[in-house]
């Protein structure tokens, strides 16, 4: 229980336990599949460094790095690999600073780190009930309401702005705040209201006419955007996943940007063993999570796709721990935290079926539900 109140916040007792089942059926993982998530966390487990965090400075990459062993079942000193999240949270939680926000690099980056961050400390707490995530936890997730913006929008920067910059950072702190609703904390309505208001503007239809009260404007084909003008297969899955997650389960959104992810997954074509991940790592991390909470025929249709590419993307280099078992990112972070980037969310999409995540055995929370404009 956190020791200190925050208006936005309240405590419950409830913690959720893992309890992993593949209710979709054994068609979901194979034994490549299975076999490729293992090379990929030894590949994480044999290059993490001493101080927990791959050699990078981003709480957030570091945090995903945490997220792919745990969404394996491995829990901070449990399990084959407890040693290695263990290491990656305490790096993190000890990297906190004292306002809350989880970013000790460039403060351009701070709502991205926080916000990835956040979330994976949310999941840990739900799989742990460790008091020490929920102290940190709490500063941060009071301080994702106190730099939300006006708009309901957040800026790259942890500072409360009239506009929040793009749905790319909405998305963030929208999975942060769920994971902390799904691992026993509660959220005020006014922030998540706000937050989904501000979401819905990033939707285009093709004809770029706004009046969605017109059943005409709503036949239209439209998905979501980075900015209102930059439609791209991230911000179609960001969009479902911020809807999904605010508890707006059947918005008319979400079948028009399923539509969009449905058609980037038919047309790509994966190249063997070049270690480039699908779609890039952040792509790749929001559409596996949009389709899977959609569920029904897009998740059977479209997660056996990405599942195969990344098999057949995955560096191969047997008996070499450095060169063997990695995706990157080559989109957005290059190097190597382009490594521990994209093994990560490799490693994260392999594993969603062994639902060990709380964040994956959520179920609808009803009293999210019209806490926005149902425009």
Not at 148 to 168: E, I, K
Not at 229 to 240: F, I, K, R
Not at 319 to 341: F, I, K, M, N, T
């Amino acid at each position: 229980m956190l020791k200190f109140v925050v208006t936005v916040l309240l405590i419950s007792a409830l913690v959720v336990q893992p309890s992993p089942a593949r209710a979709e059926g054994d068609w979901e993982i194979t034994a490549e599949s299975e076999a490729a998530l293992d090379r990929g966390l030894v590949w994480l487990a044999a290059n993490q460094g001493p101080q927990g965090n791959w050699g990078c400075d981003d709480l957030g990459l570091v945090s995903m790095g945490a997220l792919a062993f745990m969404s394996a079942g491995h829990t901070p000193g449990h399990g084959k690999h407890g040693a290695v999240v263990e290491k990656a949270l305490d790096y993190v939680l000890r990297n906190a600073k004292p306002s809350g926000l989880l970013n000790i690099g460039d403060p351009k980056r701070d709502m991205y780190n926080h916000g990835l961050a956040a979330f994976v400390l949310g999941q840990a707490y739900g799989m742990t009930d460790d008091q020490r995530i929920s102290q940190v936890l709490g500063r941060a997730l009071a301080l994702i309401a106190q730099t939300q913006c006006d708009d309901g929008g957040w800026d790259y920067r942890a500072q409360r702005q009239p506009r929040g910059h793009d749905l790319s950072l909405a998305v963030m702190q929208a999975k942060a705040l769920r994971s902390a609703m799904d691992s026993g904390l509660e959220v005020s309505p006014v922030v998540t209201s706000l937050a989904l208001k501000s979401v819905r503007q990033y939707y285009r239809a093709q004809s770029g006419r706004k009046n969605f009260d017109d059943p005409t404007v709503r036949a239209e084909a439209g998905q979501f955007t980075y900015d209102g003008n930059s439609p791209t297969l991230a911000m179609a899955a960001c969009g479902v996943v911020c809807l999904q997650e605010f508890g707006e389960y059947d918005d008319w959104r979400i079948e028009k940007n399923i539509n969009v992810i449905k058609a980037n997954v038919e047309r790509f074509n994966a190249e063997k063993h070049n270690g480039r991940i699908p779609f890039g790592a952040y792509s790749l991390y929001y559409t596996g999570q949009a389709i899977y909470q959609v569920g029904g025929k897009p998740w059977q249709e479209c997660y056996p796709r990405l599942r195969d590419a990344l098999v057949t993307t995955q560096a191969l280099a047997p008996g070499d721990p450095v060169q063997d078992g990695w995706w990157e990112d080559a989109v957005h972070v290059s190097g190597p935290p382009g490594r521990l980037y994209g093994t990560a969310v490799g490693c994260f999409i392999l594993a969603i079926p062994n639902r060990y995540l709380p964040i994956l055995q959520e179920g609808r929370i009803d009293s999210l539900k019209g806490s926005g404009q149902a425009n």
